[in-house]
């Protein structure tokens, strides 16, 4: 009987694992390296009054450990517990598993144009506010009839209304300090409106406070019930740009946090529950040869093209953090988004090939 019921256990494993995703969430966090991501708290910045925000203590309390692994999973748990037992986790280095930006600019707005695009458009080569006149593969998405009016996309910083382009897109994109309850807007939706309107403005008004873009785009998720989500969180690239260790450390924290709840809520609501699968990246790498070049990333800094990736959920094998020695680019992300949901991201440019995540 015990032999029957653990077969039974494995064929539906595999049934599940086998299954194709529905549903998509797309998560970045601005400008968090792959330095901290696999190896955990960075001691000699940790240590360096510059950066340390005067509370060393506090940070290898919270961050450290002897063991790698313990130190890497005491920032980034859900990564490192979840997502490493039933997902993909790409980009250590360590083991000469490499992801870059194809783009040589290695800054915001051409990162997350090749994120979206599936290709490096040379003309795409600063973070001026001007519309991206390429498809990306939200727009793509929002063609198909069964994903039609079920995409949308939530960031922190204004400069997104530019990069999905929201004057042509046909999907809500709702950056910075846009309000999210826009048409007939709900009771949550009004509170975290004006919430976000009145509230502490560190960054002026380029990007408000993840916790915002958080908020208003899970609320979305659990009112509207969107196929596609996009939802980007910028207070890591802004504290380091800032210089403040400890401050993006904390704010890498709090996205494993709410990767979690997000995962948590679509593992219990049954129009989301194994059917939605996760990728999770970052637009670019950041500084560490140089050690005070951690607060900087752009085309002469050596490093700041090297990023990372992890992916869950349906049709995503369990494999782990990928220890095989591979190359792979950030603009292979768009046409993995569409394998994803079994579809071929098609557009009026060049498109990379998927990451074969599958083999």
């Known amino acids: 009987m015990r032999s ?8 539906c494993g595999e049934f599940v694992n086998a299954q194709q995703a529905e549903h998509l969430i797309v998560i970045t966090t601005d400008g968090f390296r792959w330095q901290e991501l696999f190896t955990g708290m960075d001691t000699s910045l940790a240590k360096n009054k510059t950066y340390n925000e005067d509370d060393s203590n506090k940070l290898y309390a919270k961050y450290y450990s002897d063991n790698l692994k313990e130190r890497r999973k005491k920032l980034m748990p859900f990564l490192w517990s979840v997502i490493n037992e039933q997902g ?3 980009g250590n280095r360590g083991y000469d598993n490499k992801v870059n930006n194809a783009n040589p600019y290695r800054i915001s707005y051409p990162g997350y144009s090749e994120i ?15 519309p991206n006149p390429n498809s990306t593969i939200l727009d793509f998405f929002q063609q198909q009839p069964n994903l039609k009016n079920k995409v949308a996309a939530f960031g922190a910083w204004e400069v997104f209304n530019n990069i999905l382009n929201d004057k042509r897109a046909t999907f809500p994109v709702i950056a910075g300090f846009d309000k999210s309850g826009k048409i007939n807007p709900s009771p949550n939706q009004l ?11 560190p960054f002026d008004n380029a990007e408000c406070l993840d916790v915002f873009t958080h908020y208003a785009a899970f609320n979305y998720l659990k009112e509207k019930k969107p196929s596609v989500l996009y939802i980007s969180y910028g207070e890591t690239d802004e504290w380091a740009h800032a210089g403040k260790y400890k401050s993006y450390l904390n704010a890498a924290n709090q996205v494993d946090k709410w990767i979690e709840e997000i995962w948590n809520y679509i593992q219990q609501d049954p129009y989301y529950k194994d059917k939605t699968a996760l990728l999770i990246t970052t637009d670019h790498g950041r500084g560490d040869f140089i050690k005070s070049q951690w607060t900087s990333h752009g085309k002469n800094i050596k490093g700041a093209d090297e990023i990372w990736f992890a992916l869950l959920g349906p049709g995503i094998p369990a494999k782990g953090e990928i220890k095989t020695s591979q190359q792979f680019f950030q603009e292979q992300f768009a046409q993995t988004m569409a394998q994803i949901l079994n579809l071929t991201f098609k557009a009026n440019h060049g498109i990379a090939d998927p990451i074969p995540y599958t083999k």
Request: hydrophobic share 50%; aromatic share 18%.
């Open 116 to 130: 979206f695009t599936g290709f490096v458009d040379s003309a795409i080569n600063s973070n001026e506010h001007v």
């Open 191 to 201: 509170l975290i409106d004006e919430m976000l309107t009145n509230s502490y403005r």
């Open 4 to 11: 029957l019921l653990l077969l039974l256990f494995f064929f």
């Open 88 to 90: 993909q986790i790409y």
